[in-house]
């Protein structure tokens, strides 16, 4: 029996944000499911593929054997705390291949979305979004840059933040918006987005602080205001004179993303697909002339998702919590690339209620949650990672016992 274990990252997700501290990154749930199916059926062949969606953790997610140097940026957090931004360069052999016409150049990936993660406690997210800075999001990008050349493509991966302040921090420290064309001059950019919420309106990322954070409404409301006016203001002045956008090296990728309801000058509004991921600080990168694309699309393309399915009889994905199957999201992605082949698709969730009938229109088979939804006896996360690693391994003994022949 092959198997594809190709799992995204698994957290709890207040308000559909997912905090990463509470969780575990793709990379361990997909090691977390191989040890208890190889118990079961040690006889089996596994290939782990992790999908990283874009935030925090993306550069563990990445298979080392792909990686052909790996960097660690020393950054501030929002608040000034000590923070670390992974930044990989990968192997010329392991992207999916240049399309035509494509500069020559090489692909980097940088974990941005991991200098302002999402804090667990309400009142820490509060002081940050009031107080916080996209400054150090800014000068990882900056470090990042540095490292770059002409024809090189830098995937980075963003997030959403409790820190909101329209992506004032980040201009910032690339040292305002001339200096940032400079910067960006000559390389393609890409925002692999793991949340793709547009910064303002009532179901942005402004708005959803209410559930992370413990501030009143009406002071969200504030900060909401501001960060859209701050926004559009920054954007209007850094769309001048974009640069060339480089050509990013994969075979296929999402055609989507974020090139509608832009504004004057070609920048885009607050109520833009995608604006919100990095408090603002996306909205800002595309007027500078990034491209915004849905994170696990772009990982999948990196990566080869297409060509390791040929490959098995099974697929497994994984995610945190799912009451729907997102567009665009790693079990939306990874089922459609398995149903493209007939292959079986089976998600593991740490809890989940989407009906039979949506999974199977997102080309999953089946599901497998470690709780069900309402359940008494507490959270699916609860004990922290190791209970989540134990209760995956549990899981993966159970799928491999049933779909194993």
């Known amino acids: 029996m092959r198997v594809l274990l190709a799992p995204g990252a698994m957290s709890p997700e207040p308000g559909g944000s997912p905090i990463a501290a509470l ?13 208890g199916w190889s118990r079961a059926r040690p006889d089996d062949s596994l290939a782990l593929l992790p999908i990283p969606d874009g935030g925090p953790g993306l550069a563990e997610a990445i298979d080392p054997s792909v990686v052909e140097s790996w960097t660690v940026l020393q950054t501030p957090g929002p608040l000034g705390q000590e923070r670390r931004a992974g930044l990989l360069r990968l192997a010329p052999a392991s992207a999916a291949g240049p399309r035509a016409g494509a500069a020559p150049g090489a692909t980097l990936i940088l974990d941005a979305a991991s200098t302002a993660p999402v804090p667990a406690d309400r009142h820490e997210a509060g002081i940050e979004a009031e107080h916080g800075s996209t400054w150090g999001l800014g000068e990882a990008l900056r470090q990042a840059l540095e490292r770059t050349g002409d024809g090189d493509v830098l995937v980075v991966g963003l997030a959403r933040t409790a820190a909101h302040d329209g992506g004032a921090g980040l201009l910032d420290a690339l040292g305002g918006a001339e200096r940032a064309r400079g910067l960006l001059a000559g390389r393609g950019i890409v925002l692999a987005l793991a949340d793709t919420l547009p910064l303002g309106g009532m179901s942005g990322a402004g708005q959803a602080l209410t559930s992370l954070t413990d501030l009143a409404p009406e002071v969200i409301q504030e900060l909401d205001r501001q960060a859209c006016s701050q926004a559009s203001a920054l954007a209007l002045g850094a769309s001048g004179g974009r640069p060339g956008s480089g050509a990013l090296p994969l075979a296929q990728v999402a055609s989507g993303g974020a090139d509608a309801e832009v504004g004057p000058g070609g920048q885009p509004r607050p109520s833009a697909w995608g604006t919100g991921a990095g408090g603002g600080a996306a909205m800002v990168l595309r007027a500078l002339g ?38 665009d999201s790693v079990p939306e992605v990874v089922g459609a690339a398995a149903s493209r082949l007939a292959l079986p698709a089976i998600l593991v969730a740490g809890v989940s209620a989407v009906p039979r009938g949506e999974l199977a229109g997102a080309g999953i088979v089946s599901q497998y949650a470690l709780t069900d939804p309402g359940a008494p006896g507490g959270q699916w996360f609860d004990g922290g990672a190791a209970s989540i690693v134990q209760r995956l391994e549990a899981v993966g003994e159970r799928l491999a016992r049933t779909w194993s022949r």
Not at 23 to 32: C, F, K, Q, T
């Open 23 to 35: 969780g575990l990154g793709a990379r361990e749930v997909a090691e977390s499911l191989a040890r």
């Open 290 to 327: 990034a491209r915004a694309l849905p994170g696990a699309r772009v990982a999948a393309g990196l990566l080869g998702l297409d060509a390791a399915v040929e490959d098995v009889d099974v697929v497994v994905t994984a995610v945190g919590e799912a009451y729907d199957i997102l567009a």
